[in-house]
Each structure stands twice: as C-alpha cells, then as structure tokens.
C-alpha cells in the first residue's frame, strides 16, 4: 500500500492462473469518502501481449463502493490490480 497525500493505493498481485481469489481487506489508519476508482490489467491469458493484437492486455477503469477499514474485494485470476482511495 501506499499514501501520498489525500490517496491511499492498494496493489494487488493475483498470481493464480485458474481461479479468482475473494480477499478480505482491513485498512486501519486512512478514512476514506466510502468510493474508490479501481485499475485492472489483465489478459486473456499469462502469455498475452499487445505484439500482434493491440488492446490484448489493457487496464479496465472501474468505481468502487465499499466501507473502510474492513471489505471484501474479488480480484480477477493473472491481474495486477490498484484500489485508490480518497480521503
């Protein structure tokens, strides 16, 4: 995790090639507004690239609802994901 000024950030290494991984998450120290924007990149596999077929891998942009310190979140199997909290 990290801080840097009003922001906390999350980064999340799903390593699991097969299955999606649902993590309870307890962030003590940081009040957030409740909402969050979440960064995922992902593929449709390990061994994809944008080499042949732009966009293959790519980041998804999404808005996250959830209660701090303590949520559950779901991160994609073979992601890099961040969670960036507000104060």
């Not at 309870?24 to 944008?50: E, M």
């Amino acid at each position: 995790a990290s801080i840097s000024g009003n922001f906390l950030s999350l980064f999340v290494l799903n390593r699991a090639t097969n299955q999606d991984i649902e993590t309870k998450i307890d962030i003590q120290g940081f009040t957030s507004i409740g909402k969050g924007t979440v960064y995922t990149l992902d593929g449709p596999s390990l061994n994809a690239t944008n080499e042949e077929a732009p966009d293959t891998v790519k980041i998804e942009e999404s808005s996250f609802v959830g209660s701090l310190p303590k949520f559950v979140y779901t991160f994609k199997k073979h992601s890099l994901t961040v969670l960036e909290f507000e104060k």
